[in-house]
């Protein structure tokens, strides 16, 4: 599914920059051009981070 339709970036291309150290919509749109457009990808964008940092503390917790 995309996320960014104006750039044609994929939810899973944004889950990858985010696991690679992206934290922020600026970092993820610096890495993959995800938000860079029209920014109305950004609420989404905000909540694979959120997301995919909860998982990873989950992760490491265990």
Do not use: F, N, Q
């Amino acid at each position: 599914m995309y996320v960014c339709i104006c750039h044609h970036v994929r939810e899973r291309e944004v889950r990858a920059v985010i696991r690679l150290g992206a934290r922020t919509e600026e970092a993820v749109g610096d890495a993959c051009g995800a938000g860079t457009g029209c920014g109305s990808c950004l609420d989404r964008i905000c909540d694979l981070i959120e997301e995919e940092t909860t998982d990873t503390r989950l992760t490491k917790a265990a």
